[in-house]
Each structure stands twice: as structure tokens, then as C-alpha cells.
């Protein structure tokens, strides 16, 4: 059994290796990022998770892959699908797609939203999660979310700190944190003049077992030499 991870960075195509018929797909949304209220900004959003558990392909296919876009202050992420159609897939024999995080944290009174698994394709989807508030009391911007997985719904931020690979909210004039983990929400920036931190793009895992053909005629007593 082979199991490949796919980012961005692996381009927008994946060639069915030889022998293999069926591809299990596990697909993680994009992340958001923090608001741009000044007021201490919320945090940033994360990815949903949608697996679909037997793709049927054909060796030496093509399947195209749709990375969407990474969220920033003023826009929501768009989601991911991979498909061998060539175009956004409609039903599970058709790819996967997966929802990526809302609209970007606003302030005191919202945050930035996570993937929803009704807007995924799948055989398997959970909802991603929010970013925390940010708050004007206690002068901090709010630490971004982590994604959906196959086991359940992502974790919302909660307080300042960022955990693993969300950003961390800034204190006052301090930027919010990057996301560091893929599919992660990034941090609020602080009240007074502090910017939020950038979400993480989502990622791919293709699961899948080539099939090995032997020519007509093989058989045990070629192995042993007979």
C-alpha cells in the first residue's frame, strides 16, 4: 500500500501510477485567516475534512486538482476537489472536494468560520472549526482554528495562544501569527494597529495498492523454474 501527500507546491495534476484502479482520498479545506477589525481581531477559520473511500481510475489517468485559495482579512478561502473528470466532481465516483474556512474573523463579535461538511463531497466529511474572538478587555486579538479529520470536527481557538499549527492572537499593536499546520486558521491581530496572521493552505492524501499483472501464461511453475 502507497500513501502520497499532495500540497500546492505538487502542481495541479496526479497520473494514476500502473496497476492501480482505486484511490481512497482524504482531502483537508484551506485555512483562514484573522479579521481586520482593529479592536482586536478574531481568529482565522480552518479547513473541513471530506474522504472519499474508493475512487475508481484507470491506470495511467489523469486526475485534476483544484487548490482553491488561502483566505486573507477582507476574503473567505475557497474550497479544494480533485476529480478525473477535469471538473469540479458532482458525486463521489465522480473526485473529492472540501470545504475551506469562512469568511476572516471580524473583531469582538465574530470570527472566522470553518469548512462545513454539508458543502463537501464525500463518503466521509466533518465540519472544520471557528476562530477565537478577539477582546478589547483584555486587549488581544483571538488564535485561529484547527481542520476537520477523519475522526471528527476540527477544534475552534480558544483564548490568544494558537496550538497545533493555528496562530496565535497579537496583544496590543502585535500582529497575529501565520498558521504553521496545514488547513490551520491564523491568528488576530491585536488592538491598535496590529494585523492578523495568514491561514495555511489544506492538502491531499492519496491511499491506494498497484496491482501487479503478470503476462498469460505465468504461473508458479515459472517462479520455481519448472
Known amino acids: 500500500m502507497t500513501t502520497q501527500t499532495l500540497r500546492p507546491a505538487n502542481g495541479?495534476?496526479?497520473t494514476v501510477p500502473a496497476g492501480v484502479t482505486s484511490i481512497q482520498i482524504d482531502a483537508t479545506g484551506n485555512g483562514g485567516s484573522g479579521g481586520v477589525n482593529t479592536s482586536g481581531q478574531g481568529g482565522g477559520g480552518s479547513g473541513a475534512f471530506s474522504r472519499v473511500n474508493a475512487l475508481s481510475v484507470t491506470p495511467g489517468g489523469t486526475l485534476t486538482i483544484n487548490w482553491g485559495t488561502v483566505g486573507t482579512p477582507s476574503n473567505a478561502s475557497t474550497p479544494i476537489w480533485i476529480s478525473k473528470t477535469g471538473s469540479q466532481p458532482a458525486?463521489?465516483?465522480?473526485?473529492?472536494?472540501?470545504?475551506?474556512?469562512?469568511?476572516?474573523?471580524?473583531g469582538t463579535t465574530g470570527a472566522g468560520t470553518g469548512g462545513l461538511a454539508a458543502n463537501c463531497i464525500g463518503?466521509?466529511?466533518?465540519?472544520g472549526a471557528s476562530g477565537a474572538l478577539g477582546s478589547i478587555p483584555q486587549s488581544r486579538g483571538g488564535a485561529g482554528a484547527t481542520p476537520g479529520t477523519a475522526s471528527g470536527p476540527g477544534t475552534a481557538g480558544s483564548g490568544i495562544t494558537g496550538v497545533n499549527g493555528a496562530g496565535s492572537g497579537g496583544t496590543v499593536g502585535v500582529n497575529g501569527t501565520d498558521a504553521t499546520g496545514d488547513g490551520c486558521g491564523g491568528g488576530g491581530g491585536g488592538p491598535g494597529g496590529g494585523t492578523s496572521g495568514a491561514g495555511k493552505s489544506g492538502f491531499i492524501v492519496l491511499t491506494y495498492t498497484a496491482v501487479v499483472a503478470f503476462p498469460a501464461g505465468f504461473g508458479f511453475g515459472n517462479i520455481l523454474g519448472s
Not at 91 to 106: I, R, T
Open 12 to 14: 495541479t495534476t496526479f
Open 91 to 106: 458525486s463521489v465516483s465522480q473526485g473529492c472536494l472540501v470545504d475551506s474556512a469562512g469568511a476572516a474573523g471580524n
Open 123 to 127: 463518503d466521509v466529511k466533518n465540519d
